[in-house]
């Protein structure tokens, strides 16, 4: 069977593709020195967020692994970690004995509430003013895109 060539990169391509790769590691390399200072980090920042919006600041850790696209097994161990700084904990899940609920602490809430206003900050002047609200439009359509079709494939492949 005759091996089939890659569908090389234009230069429009290349240009695009690399100036996304580049910047998105900078900017989360910077955004998570920004969070050093509260001893978390982008990962921790993101857990906390999601629960802090969750109803009883609660997620099932099934659903908290697909929303943050981690595996079960990853996500485990990041909620491990930050179960020994007392910002969450897990439950048993009563309705499924299997399952599990990651749950947002008192100190969890203090943590992600003091660290706010410093990833904003960070976030706004690092990325957002950079953008004009065209710009943020046009970008968010384009990375829900990416997004959606990257959930299916995670989705899939779990399955």
């Not at 391509?13 to 998570?32: F, G, K, N, Q």
């Not at 943050?68 to 897990?90: C, D, F, P, Q, Y």
């Not at 009563?94 to 960070?122: C, F, N, Q, Y």
């Amino acid at each position: 069977m005759a091996k089939v060539s890659p569908k090389w990169l234009t230069p429009k391509e290349m240009r695009a593709w690399r100036s996304y790769i580049i910047a998105s590691r900078r900017l989360l390399e910077a955004l998570d020195q920004d969070l050093s200072g509260h001893d978390l980090s982008m990962a921790d920042y993101e857990v906390l967020a999601q629960l802090s919006e969750a109803p009883g600041r609660r997620i099932r850790m099934s659903d908290l692994a697909e929303i943050a696209m981690l595996s079960k097994s990853r996500l485990s161990h990041r909620i491990t970690v930050m179960e020994k700084a007392g910002w969450v904990r897990r439950e048993a899940c009563k309705e499924d004995r299997r399952g599990a609920w990651a749950v947002m602490t008192e100190k969890g809430l203090k943590a992600i509430v003091k660290a706010a206003p410093d990833h904003v900050d960070s976030v706004r002047t690092r990325f957002l003013d950079r953008l004009d609200g065209e710009d943020q439009i046009n970008l968010a359509d384009v990375f829900e895109e990416v997004l959606a079709g990257l959930r299916s494939e995670f989705k899939s492949e779990k399955e």
